[in-house]
C-alpha cells in the first residue's frame, strides 16, 4: 500500500560537510568545477561506527545525498535556472535549483580518503556544497550503471563556459605566508572562473563583489579585455 501523498517523514542525518565555502554565494553549480575545494563528509553519532564504511575505500566517487539546509522551505513549480539568465522559468522538477519540495540535493564527489580514528570522517575533492550542509545518504558510484555520455541533457548539455581570471599582485601578496597559498591560488582561479555573479549580470561593471572562501574575502571585479570579452580581477584578498 503506498505511502498517501501527504504522509511527511522524518530524515535524520548521518553527518554533516566541512568545506572550503563558508557562504552559498560563489559555491560552482556542480560539483568538479572547482576540483580544488577540499571538504570532509563527518559521521554522527550513532552512524559513525567505521564498520558504516567498510569496503567504501574502494570506490573513488560516492554520491552524496543532502539537504539544502539554506533553502527556505517553500518552493514554487517553477523556477529560474541562472544557467538560463535568471529568467526563463521552467518545472522545479526539469532543474536542479536548490529551490525544491523536500530539499534534497544529490552531489557526486571524489572520495579520497576515510579516516577512522577519531569517529569517520570522509576526506572529499571538488563538492558544491556549503560548510555545514547536513548529509542524509552515502553511496558508491557505480559508472556501469550511473555514467550515461550518450544521455540528453535539456538546458545543461555542457559544463558552463568559464572566465578567465587574474589575480592583481598586490591581492596575491596576501597569500605569501600562508601554507595553503597554492591550494587557495588555485581555488580562488576555479571559482571565480564560474563568474559566480549573479546570471543577468555579465560584462564588464565597476561593482566589487566578495566572496568568501577557506577564511578569506576574495574582493573581484569584472573587467572587459582587449579583444571584448569579459576577465574577472581580483583586487584583494582580506
Ligand atoms: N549537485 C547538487 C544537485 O544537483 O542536487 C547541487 C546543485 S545546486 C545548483 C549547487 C548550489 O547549491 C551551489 O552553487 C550552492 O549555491 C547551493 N548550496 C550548496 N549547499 C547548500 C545548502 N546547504 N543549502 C542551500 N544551498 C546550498
Known amino acids: 500500500m503506498p505511502a498517501s501523498p501527504s ?27 572547482a576540483e580544488a575545494a577540499r571538504a ?20 573513488s566517487h560516492l554520491w552524496v545525498t ?3 539546509h539554506l533553502s527556505p522551505e517553500r518552493w514554487t513549480p517553477l523556477v529560474r535556472p541562472p544557467r538560463l539568465g535568471g529568467n526563463t522559468r521552467i518545472g522545479v522538477f526539469a532543474s536542479r535549483s536548490t529551490h525544491r519540495p523536500n530539499r534534497l ?6 572520495l579520497e580518503g576515510i579516516d577512522t580514528d ?3 570522517r570522509l576526506r572529499l575533492r571538488g ?3 556549503v560548510d555545514g550542509t547536513p548529509v542524509l545518504d552515502i553511496k558508491p558510484y557505480l559508472p556501469w550503471v550511473e555514467s550515461r555520455p550518450e544521455a540528453r ?16 599582485p ?20 576555479q571559482v571565480l572562473a564560474q563568474d559566480p555573479r549573479p546570471a543577468y549580470r555579465q560584462g564588464a561593471e565597476d561593482r566589487i563583489y566578495g566572496v568568501r572562501l577557506r577564511d578569506v574575502d576574495v574582493r573581484f571585479h569584472a573587467l572587459a579585455t582587449p579583444d571584448g570579452t569579459t576577465a574577472l580581477e581580483v583586487t584583494e584578498i582580506v
Not at 598586490?170 to 582561479?189: F, G, K, N, V
Open 7 to 33: 504522509t511527511s517523514v522524518t530524515l535524520t542525518p548521518i553527518g554533516h560537510i566541512e568545506s572550503d565555502y563558508p557562504d552559498k554565494f560563489g559555491v560552482p553549480r556542480q560539483p568538479g568545477l
Open 66 to 68: 543532502f539537504l539544502f
Open 40 to 59: 570532509s563528509l563527518v559521521l554522527t553519532p550513532p552512524f559513525d561506527d567505521p564498520l558504516t564504511v567498510r569496503g567504501l575505500e574502494a570506490f
Open 118 to 120: 577519531a569517529g569517520v
Open 153 to 168: 541533457a535539456g538546458f545543461a548539455p555542457e559544463a558552463p563556459a568559464s572566465l578567465p581570471v587574474r589575480i592583481a
Open 170 to 189: 598586490e591581492a596575491q601578496a596576501a597569500l605569501a605566508d600562508r601554507p595553503d597559498a597554492d591550494s587557495l591560488r588555485e581555488l580562488i582561479h
Open 105 to 110: 540535493g544529490q552531489s557526486l564527489v571524489e
Open 127 to 129: 563538492v558544491d556544497l
